[in-house]
């Protein structure tokens, strides 16, 4: 299982993190995966419900979006984003600019933590919290 491996990386990675920032709980996660990783969304967050537990990322809400892949042409140079219905409808990875066909993926191969939220005090029960980062008791 793809997924289960990715999850147990990304929870490895929000364990440590909690651990430097001295939070107590992560609250929130939002990962962007590319278009071309063929990676199921709802089994990454079944999967990342499932390695979190028992760590601080456990009850954490897990926001998984897909993201645009691009893709850059050798022959011209030109960088195209990817429409994600237009690729895989037609499977063929084009240069729309000059018409080449050396084209090479630019992005939407890997999974991107882009942003997660963490609280400094435990949180009684789970659930609705706006705690984030930038709201510490200092
Ligand atoms: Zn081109």
Do not use: W
């Not at 990304?10 to 929130?28: E, K, N, P, S, Y």
């Not at 435990?122 to 510490?136: I, K, P, R, T």
């Amino acid at each position: 299982m793809h997924e289960l491996s990715l999850a147990l990386n990304v929870v490895d990675f929000l364990v440590r993190l909690a651990h430097d920032q001295g939070l107590c709980r992560i609250t929130a996660a939002f990962i962007e995966i590319g278009e071309m990783t063929h990676i199921d969304p709802r089994q990454l967050k079944f999967s990342l419900k499932m390695a979190s537990e028992g760590t601080p990322a456990e009850g954490c809400k897990f926001h998984v979006k897909k993201g645009r892949a691009s893709i850059k042409c050798n022959g011209c140079g030109n960088s195209t984003v990817l429409d994600a219905k237009d690729m895989i409808a037609q499977y063929e990875l084009k240069c729309p600019k000059c018409g080449g066909l050396d084209v090479e993926i630019e992005k939407g191969r890997e999974l991107v933590l882009k942003r997660v939220k963490g609280s400094k005090k435990a949180v009684a029960g789970s659930g609705a919290s706006s705690d984030n980062l930038s709201h510490a008791d200092s």
